[in-house]
């Protein structure tokens, strides 16, 4: 293991207030979002919607890194120009989803493991031969009556520190992702005490086997109330939450927090990080975004597919990350509803 260009590419994905966009939706989910503006999942339309996003102008100046789909990794850009090049031109990292996704988890009726280990090694030394320099995996942890039980949390933890380590092997920085879901009517306090005791348990699996802490991210849930809570934490208490349980459980050796946002709104998820940044700045690692529809739902819905769209669709984004980027520095000043 490299573990000293390994800290440099974890330490340049968080510098200067810029952030991760998460573009790298299964033909599944891509397919779901292009549903919701009416557009045909063909392998023609999610080539040239990721391209329209990559060639965003300046989406350097605010974005480091981009997570990439299989599929997109190995596509091109209408001129011929791989993905991956087309991204290093920005001035953005290429990074790549290596899971295979949440399955059922044997013995637990409604509980999930990530899967992808199989063939891993082959696959990361592949994806860095393509241009990747970092990759993620996301685990998924319900809140329900008797869920989360500690053999999901540990199933999952284990498998996201021998991700994290075969990614390390590989020269891929590691983006640890275990997300607690926001679904559900549990309160912001049993999200805190679910969120705590994984975020323990993962950093314990990550010690035992050996995974460079500088050379990685914790890309984590905020602290916030379920969906269908009937309180609503405001902006303030889920920072606040959020800062204190990642002191409690986050090692200062790891560089940089990177939030998904999980299914809250644009606004709600720039208003968050950008409390976080104003209020408790000055934590031992960067707090950044790595967002997926907090970055594209606009862009999605400015697009819906047509080319004489894509001026709108861009801005949009680039309007979205400029706005994240300020957050992640704590100088983000609202903006009109
Ligand atoms: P969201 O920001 O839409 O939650 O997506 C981020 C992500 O990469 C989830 O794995």
Same mark, same amino acid.
């Given at each position: ?19 991760? +966009? ?33 060639? $965003? ?128 009517? &549990? ?10 005791? $994984?975020? &323990? ?5 990550? &010690? ?33 939450? $959020? ?16 939030? +998904? ?8 998820? $720039? ?15 960067? +707090? ?50």
């Amino acid at each position: 293991m490299d573990e000293a260009n390994l800290a440099s590419i974890a330490r340049s994905l968080i510098a200067d207030g810029r952030g991760i +966009l998460a573009a790298d939706e299964s033909t599944g989910t891509i397919t779901k979002r292009f549903d919701g503006i009416g557009v045909e999942s063909t392998e023609e339309n999610r080539r040239s919607y990721r391209e329209l996003l990559f060639t $965003t102008p300046g989406l350097g100046e605010f974005v480091s890194g981009a997570i990439l789909y299989d599929e997109t990794i190995r596509q091109a850009a209408t001129d011929g120009t791989p993905i991956p090049a087309l991204l290093a031109k920005q001035d953005i990292h290429p990074g790549i989803k290596v899971d295979t996704g949440a399955k059922p988890l044997a013995g637990s009726a409604e509980e999930t493991v990530t899967e992808g280990l199989d063939g891993l090694r082959e696959r990361v030394a592949e994806y860095h031969g393509l241009g990747a320099r970092f990759a993620k995996w996301r685990a998924v942890i319900k809140i329900g009556d008797r869920i989360p039980t500690p053999y999901c949390i540990e199933a999952n933890a284990h498998a996201l520190a021998r991700y994290a380590r075969l990614c390390q092997d590989g020269g891929l920085v590691p983006i640890v992702e275990p997300e607690v879901l926001m679904d559900g009517d &549990h309160d912001i306090d049993r999200c805190d005490a679910v969120t705590t005791e $994984t975020l &323990h348990v993962v950093f314990a699996a990550l &010690h035992r086997q050996g995974v460079s802490l500088e050379g990685m991210l914790l890309k984590p849930n905020m602290v916030i109330s379920g969906k269908d809570c009937s309180r609503q934490a405001d902006v303030d208490e889920v920072a606040e939450r $959020t800062v204190r349980c990642l002191r409690r459980t986050v090692p200062a050796a790891v560089p940089g927090i990177v939030f +998904l946002s999980g299914g809250q709104s644009e606004q709600v998820a $720039t208003a968050h990080l950008n409390a976080m940044n104003a209020k408790f700045g000055g934590q031992p690692w960067a +707090l950044s975004f790595s967002y997926g529809r907090a970055l594209q739902d606009g862009a999605l819905k400015s697009w819906k597919g047509s080319a004489d769209n894509t001026q709108a669709a861009q801005t949009s984004l680039a309007t979205r990350a400029k706005l994240n980027s300020a957050a992640a520095k704590g100088a983000y000043t609202g903006e009109a509803a």
